[in-house]
């Protein structure tokens, strides 16, 4: 056996071909917070791979993305071990994890109408156990077709009808305890690691919450969103209407020819909510300025024009209002720590201009109107006025449509504060969910090439910026919006693969973004392609694959 020399933090060692990730990590005493993964010569991975050729590494701790996310999904793996321990595999089998709220996973199990108190404490006691243990997470790879015999015998036909679907010829399980599971991605080596978490009784279900992403030595606090959860169940529901649950069920729609009905039904029930959002502005009579605001790549342009055209229906006359219009001239502007523009916060925006203008209209004054010239950095103003009548209302959209402090002069009774976001209704399979931020990012990548001309690696590079907006300036004030809305159709992600596949492929291997076009290939192989002419013109998901009726 020859030898290979590793290096990490430029110190370079020698060790036998063969030896594990996780062992030179123990051999070279590295300071800092244990890690999680490793990324070896550019590829994430596990610590208890072992190295055969020279290699570079640089560890990963649950303070990185891809860190944290494996964390996640090792703490729902001992989870679903611990409950394999107490009470057998049919108890795992109905686990559902469901959708975030907040920095907790939220589950159900179904036969459990509600969970109390003592459940929780003897999972939590069993799973504390498995981390004193330290039990070894074991990774095979099988023979796809031996996968699915195995997990037919024991009962788990969602893993069934996801793995029916795959073209690869071998599968990775994994194994913990005497469990065996399939999982979408990374897990740790060992249970040892897995010390922070919490589990606690929320409305029909449990949240599992993770490690707090500002303080990870301690869970993350349960946050009680009503809202979100309520547009979230009510996503669930409907994908159990259409009988779409997890991807698996997707493809098995797809394969039976059956995908037109799918998208008919599906852009029914939105247009239908839509319809019933504008007769309660109707209904209210007050009603004069429609605050819209959700995060990026929610489809918030295609919505409003639908709105609109219900408002319309009604006989209203709706006018939509661009909060980019207010930014304040540029050398005004609040800038960041590295010296660049913070066009995000609220005060990017010329709030008192906002404020007197919106009263103005609401008096029925007439108002000379500004439009932003992003090139010269001024606010402009070309003679667009306007004037509200008794029919008219002004639909606004912006990243801060939901803050009080943006309209603090306007009258409570006179505002109608709209929450949409891309909640994605669809699990990967009962313990595999799919990220909400998932389905938005794909969304951007797919439009920002067709209409900006951006590279996929440009828009992945920009990701976390944009998230961090968003976690700052948006989902703060989501439940204190009037009507949420879920932008997210079940079937989007597979048109969006025809589209998005071919943008991921071409970042190259050597770019640091390729690591995230890599993990989102991975998730579009477990998906068959839906082609978008069955889409109508008026979809939110036009706005995103082109050929939109809307000006989007």
Known sequence: MSDIIVTVNGTAKTYPEGVSIESIYRDMGIGGNAPILAMVNGSLKELFKRLYADSEIEFLDINTSPGYKTYERGLIFMMLAALYR???????????????????????????????????????????DLVKEDKMIEKKSMNTGNAIKLFEKVGMEDKVKLLSYRLDSKTNVYVLSGYTDYFYGFMPASTGCLTVFDLVPYKEGFLLMLPDPKNPTVPAEPSDRPKLYDTLQEANKWGKSLEVDTVGDLNELIAAGRTEELILVQEALMEQKIADMALQIKKAGTKKFIMIAGPSSSGKTSFSYRLSVQLKALGMKPHPIGLDNYYCDREHCPKNPDGSYNFECLEALDVELFNKQMLQLLNGEKVSMPTF??????????????????????????????????????????????????????????????????????????????????????????????????????????????????????????????????????????????????????????????????????????????????DV
Not at 95 to 115: D, F, M, P, T
Not at 529 to 545: G, L, M, T, W, Y
């Open 86 to 128: 107490l009470y057998g595999q049919d108890e795992c089998n109905n686990l559902r994890v469901e959708h975030s709220l907040g920095s907790g996973i939220y589950c159900e199990i179904i036969g459990r109408k509600s969970i109390s108190t003592e459940f929780l404490e003897t999972l939590r006691k069993e799973m504390n």
């Open 373 to 550: 010239n992003f090139k010269t950095g001024k606010q402009e103003f070309r003679g667009n006025t306007m004037q509200l009548g008794a029919d008219d209302i002004l639909v606004i959209e912006g990243i801060h449509g939901l803050n009080d402090k943006l309209s603090h002069s306007l009258p409570a009774e006179s505002k109608y504060k709209i929450y949409i976001s891309a909640l994605t209704e669809l699990n990967v399979d009962r313990h595999n969910r799919i990220p909400t931020t998932d389905g938005r990012l794909l969304r951007r990548i797919v439009r920002d090439a067709r209409t900006r001309g951006t590279e996929a690696k440009d828009t992945i590079k920009m990701w976390s910026s944009v998230r961090n907006g968003e976690e700052n300036y948006i989902f703060p004030f989501q439940e204190e919006a009037d009507y949420m809305f879920n932008s997210a159709s079940i079937y989007e992600l597979a048109v969006l693969k025809l589209y998005a596949e071919p943008l991921l492929f071409s970042i190259p291997k050597d770019c640091p973004e390729y690591v995230e076009a890599k993990r989102l290939l991975k998730f579009f192989s477990y998906f068959l392609n839906i082609p978008d002419d069955a889409i109508p013109r008026n979809s939110i998901s036009r706005e995103f694959v082109g050929g939109s009726c809307f």
